[in-house]
């Protein structure tokens, strides 16, 4: 009875093409970006920052991009880690090289970058799709952490191997560095996130986007109507791995500080990326939302109760853990392919109607 849209009338096609054509949603989404931005960095702690928020903003942009080659484009990719690799050592780059340069452009630039890197791996998928595509990107994503562990100069020669974020600031306030505080690195990763979040709902839903799902449905029938498969797969590789780049450069210089590109950016954070839009949506950007924070607030969970209330190992937490995560892609793959974003509109369809679903 509280989610309603009688009375809610359209008058315009703007009006009707909207984001959210409901008030109540618009309404829900402008609440949701007050208490984002102007509570939660007031209350937030190192804990919730670095255990919760910030990984999950930083993945939700990973998931997007990932979404956007994969949900909208159907162009599989397992190099997600390798790309995200590649945005922290070009940010790292750029830090060291530009130190006046403010990290907001580094970030945008590093962002660049990869999507430069993305469209070269993304070549093959112009011949081949698939399963064959699939283990074009998993070499991608082996070759790209070779690199980045073998030749010195992309580390500045350091003995250790591993790369340091220095300190940068904006207006004084430091956003990289040891003495980043916990609403800094919060606010710098949801400026990134609902920006970019904003970039990937217009694009899909233009010709871009329309581009991207007339190849993902079917290639043969988008060439006969017009769609050029050179430009439109792409352009999805650069978008999909500027985003994840981004993501990337976020993680390594914001939240980790210090990076090593196999421990940090390996085959794991690739899977991982892909269970977050397998588990929350192929092709929904709020899917990507829900799929990252599934899967970041999962172990935190997990830990909480399996470990610091009942008393159990660490080691069997771990393995519930991926169990769980292991039986909720079987069963999205099975029943509910769309994820977490489709369980979440069709809950909404029915409070629409209710109580009279018929």
Partial sequence: MFYREAGDFKTSYRDDGQTFPIRLDRWGYYALLAVAFLVVPFVIDSYWANAVLVPFLIYAIAAIGLNILTGYAGQVSLGTGGFMAVGAYAVYKLMTAFPGVPIFIHILLAGGVTAIVGMLFGLPSLRIKGFYLAVATLAAQFFLVWLFNKVPWF?????SGQINAPERTFF?????????????????????AVGLAWVARNLTRGTIGRKWMAIRDMDIAAEI???????????AFAVSSFFVGVSGALLFSVYLGAAEASEAFGINKSFLVLFMIIIGGLGSIFGSFAGAAFLVLLPVFLKNVLVARLGWPTDLAAHIELMIVGGLIIFFLIVEPHGLARLWALTKEKLRLWPFPH
């Fill in 155 to 159: 580390y500045n020669y350091s003995a």
């Fill in 172 to 192: 004084g306030w430091a956003i990289t560095g040891p003495a980043t505080s916990a609403s800094a690195k919060y606010l710098t990763c949801l400026v990134f």
């Fill in 225 to 235: 109507i017009g769609v050029n498969p050179l430009t439109a797969k792409l352009s």
